[in-house]
């Protein structure tokens, strides 16, 4: 193992480009955005989501033509298509794999900064793959200006159960739903949902779940 100082990309981090956009005029939406601490970004303009990878590992095991030991990563834009092959391209899990090599993917921080295509690699040990997508150009939007900080209490949601409504009211139509919920601090409320269509309305409850 080398120790590595330049970036390592989460496999997991690559899920953000589900929430990116795929025929967007302005092409910097139609990747994810990747900074230097490795967190990975992704709009479409309706919807924004940001994943910040916990702590990485500090090694990493060497790959020919991959330098490692580089600078601090320059934000940079992936395209969907790169996201989809690199993530197909990690070592499927088995007792003979390491859970890093899994998990991560090795970016040439010195390569990806320096020319109009990133440097990324994957490797089981005995077959390493190394990808060299071209850049986004152009500059990916603001997007911290967009995240809103609200003073009331957050309310927990289980993703799953709101899939399950979101399929519910998709299925019935509704191309919109407002949300109420109660603003306290001291106890965990339900969620209420209304919607209407040319068909008929729905109030739906979601009970929250404890942030962790």
Same mark, same amino acid.
């Given at each position: 193992? =080398?120790?590595?100082?330049?970036?390592?990309?989460?496999?997991?981090?690559?899920?953000?480009?589900?929430?990116? =956009?795929?025929?967007?005029?302005? @092409? $910097?939406?139609?990747?994810?955005?990747?900074?230097?601490?490795? =967190?990975?970004?992704?709009?479409?303009?309706?919807?924004?989501?940001?994943?910040?990878?916990?702590?990485?590992?500090?090694?990493?095991?060497?790959?020919?033509?991959?330098?490692?030991?580089?600078?601090? %990563?320059?934000?940079?834009?992936?395209?969907?298509? %790169?996201?989809?092959?690199?993530?197909?391209?990690?070592?499927?899990? $088995?007792?003979?794999?390491?859970?890093?090599?899994?998990?991560? %993917?090795?970016?040439?921080?010195?390569?990806?900064? *320096?020319?109009? &295509? *990133?440097?990324?690699?994957?490797?089981? +040990?005995? &077959? #390493?793959?190394?990808?060299? #997508?071209?850049?986004?150009?152009?500059?990916? #939007?603001? @997007?911290? &200006?967009?995240?809103?900080? @609200?003073?009331?209490?957050?309310?927990?949601?289980?993703?799953? +159960?709101?899939?399950?409504?979101?399929?519910?009211?998709? *299925?019935?139509?509704?191309?919109?739903?407002?949300?109420?919920?109660?603003?306290?601090?001291?106890?965990?409320?339900?969620?209420?949902?209304?919607?209407?269509?040319?068909?008929?309305?729905?109030? =739906?409850?979601?009970?929250?779940?404890?942030?962790?």
């Amino acid at each position: 193992m =080398s120790e590595t100082k330049g970036l390592l990309l989460q496999k997991q981090a690559l899920e953000t480009m589900r929430t990116a =956009s795929t025929e967007d005029p302005r @092409y $910097s939406l139609n990747g994810i955005l990747i900074e230097p601490d490795g =967190s990975t970004v992704g709009t479409d303009g309706h919807i924004l989501h940001k994943y910040t990878p916990g702590k990485a590992p500090a090694e990493f095991p060497p790959i020919e033509g991959v330098e490692l030991d580089g600078p601090e %990563a320059d934000p940079f834009i992936l395209p969907l298509d %790169a996201c989809k092959a690199l993530k197909k391209a990690f070592p499927a899990k $088995s007792a003979k794999t390491l859970p890093i090599l899994r998990e991560y %993917a090795a970016v040439d921080t010195a390569q990806t900064n *320096a020319n109009g &295509n *990133a440097v990324i690699a994957v490797t089981d +040990l005995e &077959n #390493p793959t190394v990808f060299r #997508p071209k850049k986004i150009d152009g500059a990916f #939007p603001t @997007y911290e &200006n967009v995240v809103p900080k @609200y003073e009331t209490p957050a309310i927990g949601i289980d993703p799953k +159960l709101l899939k399950r409504l979101c399929e519910t009211w998709i *299925a019935q139509g509704f191309e919109t739903v407002a949300m109420q919920t109660a603003d306290t601090e001291t106890e965990q409320k339900p969620i209420r949902f209304d919607a209407k269509c040319a068909a008929g309305t729905c109030t =739906s409850v979601l009970m929250p779940k404890i942030l962790k």
